[in-house]
């Protein structure tokens, strides 16, 4: 018997796909392998991504109010279908559910999935209920569409071109450490009120309820930039990273001082003695957009206040670095899920 | 606070229905309500659904191999599909596991994903994986399509309609009924060899590794046949005609030795003083189509071994009747799912 924790997620899901046969019907364009699966459907290319929320691993209702976690869930799904180049169409949303959840408790789990579907222009079609003998469980599914000529795959970057980011990162990962803080506080002490001061909101709102960058998609359509190759920063910028090198056969070297880094979580890094280019790089849960453009595209987006430059493309898919501006350069290394399996 | 139970699956469903927005997407046709979404996709009709199966609820694994398990959970999506009379073409799988499972279980359960991807011809395009503090958690979501002009809803049958059913019933609910005595046995004395006799196989199969009647949809268009309205049978005979009746404004007259009832039900029915007609009304996970034709089609099916007839609908939406052939009258009530949220 072999230990999961010695395959990890990437491992795992490369020998699932390593074992699925071809597909048989010739509209699907690809299966396992990126952000969605893809369809022919004539005039567009279809898109459908499905995810797995499961209480304990990806959210503690300690901190997470149902409503934003609704929110979440539908962002996760969406995401996906937004580092396609593609707009989300249709959403079902299964939910496992304890009796200890009462009514009200569904409902404001599903006010959250609507204010959600609201904001992303996307239909709810299905509702699945079921019990569950532990905790909330949620599944989500999301069926997008793209223009042919506009979809973006991850395997398709090419040396050379400018790797851009949307937004900022890591402060979902520093709002995590505050939200974790206060409930150690709180379980010590029942009565405490919670010090989430007015200037932390940032990032507390990026770790409770985080856009998709579906903004971002229509931004791009309207600048006419087409990006070379788009992952979504879900699990860290560094692992999305090794994803588009590997399935483009590139290196990248990224600089540090690039790295898009708002202020309230440079001040929070220093509180937890934490670098902030580390929570960039794997804090995860951004859900901002990391794409390529060719050079001669990138003068269209430089001074878009919304997308930073923060490195390029090299031929030598063994260099993945990190450069400091005195120049010396380490290797981007991925942060594991396989830690997480030891739940 | 209102308790989970008051409101049950069909009512807690009812009210999520009842709090969404109307589809904004002019191409979705049917949101929730019936076994899957369905879109209008230019030529034919687009349809989605979406399960969630959680260890514990769902399925025991001390009895359960993982292998039919993985076949049984797209048995459970393709089903939804067939009950529109459509054909799936696409599926995503979701597996949360804890770090119980050695690699080789996770290979087992992908086997019969991929076996039943096979038998039901349709693509495997997403395998989500996560972890799990607590049980075996699957998700499935299937995409299928069925041309336009052959579509069939739960809320389209009239008085009149000749009720049929495909298969037989209560075999599946016999069948949980020895793996369950088996387990009890094996419990008190693991030295113990499970008497599972050849006799008993097909009700252990149709309980552990169900098929989905794809083949129906494709014979019922074989036979030009078109059904007025459509199910599939995953919760027991009674509780998916109370849902065709109650959309389409119906009454119906059910004949209790009509319903087809395999020798070995009867037979394990008898040992477990079980009543074989509550196991054909109640019991659930056969996975057959429960349909209505107009009375001059049934001509088409009359000799088809593998469809019975089992009685007629009515106009009077209040009396949905089992009769007996003395011609006794009994409503029919369904078992309820709020049973299993005192989880």
Chains 1, 2 share one sequence.
Not at 11 to 18: A, H
Not at 112 to 141: F, P
Not at 207 to 213: H, I, K, T
Request: overall charge negative; charged content about 20%; aromatic content about 6%.
């Amino acid at each position: 018997m072999t230990d999961l924790n010695t395959l990890g997620e990437i491992g795992l899901i490369e020998r699932i796909r390593q074992a699925t046969a071809s597909p048989t019907h010739p509209e699907t364009r690809l299966g396992i392998g990126d952000d969605a699966a893809v369809f022919d459907w004539g005039d567009s290319y279809g898109l459908l991504t499905s995810d797995l929320l499961v209480e304990g691993i990806h959210f503690d209702l300690t901190y997470v109010p149902l409503k934003h976690l609704g929110y979440k869930a539908v962002t996760f799904g969406v995401s996906d279908i937004a580092a396609m180049n593609g707009l989300p169409v249709q959403i079902t949303v299964g939910v496992g559910l304890s009796s200890r959840f009462p009514v009200e408790a569904v409902d404001e789990l599903y006010e959250g999935i609507r204010a959600a579907c609201q904001a992303y222009n996307v239909d709810l079609v299905g509702g699945d209920t079921t019990s569950s003998r532990s905790g909330l469980i949620i599944s989500v599914s999301v069926l997008g569409k793209v223009p042919k000529n506009l979809i973006t795959y991850r395997n398709t970057a090419k040396p050379n071109d400018v790797v851009c980011v949307t937004g900022d990162l890591g402060a979902a990962y520093l709002g995590l450490q505050l939200l974790e803080r206060e409930k150690q506080v709180f379980l010590a002490d029942p009565n405490m009120q919670p010090n989430l001061s007015e200037e932390r909101a940032y990032l507390v709102q990026r770790q409770l309820r985080p856009d998709a960058r579906t903004d971002m998609v229509h931004e791009l359509r309207d600048l006419g930039v087409l990006p070379t190759a788009m992952i979504d920063v879900s699990d860290g910028l560094a692992s999305e990273l090794l994803h588009l090198c590997r399935q483009s056969g590139t290196g990248a070297v990224i600089f540090d001082e690039n790295l898009p880094i708002d202020d309230q979580t440079h001040l929070a890094a220093d509180e937890f003695k934490i670098s902030p280019v580390t929570a960039a790089l794997n804090g995860g849960e951004d859900y901002e957009l990391l794409f390529t453009v060719r050079p001669q595209e990138f003068d269209k987006l430089a001074t878009n206040a919304r997308i930073t430059a923060i490195g390029y493309l090299t031929a030598d898919p063994t260099q993945i670095v990190l450069a400091t501006k005195a120049g010396q350069q380490t290797p981007i290394r991925a942060q594991g899920w396989s830690s997480q399996l030891g739940a």
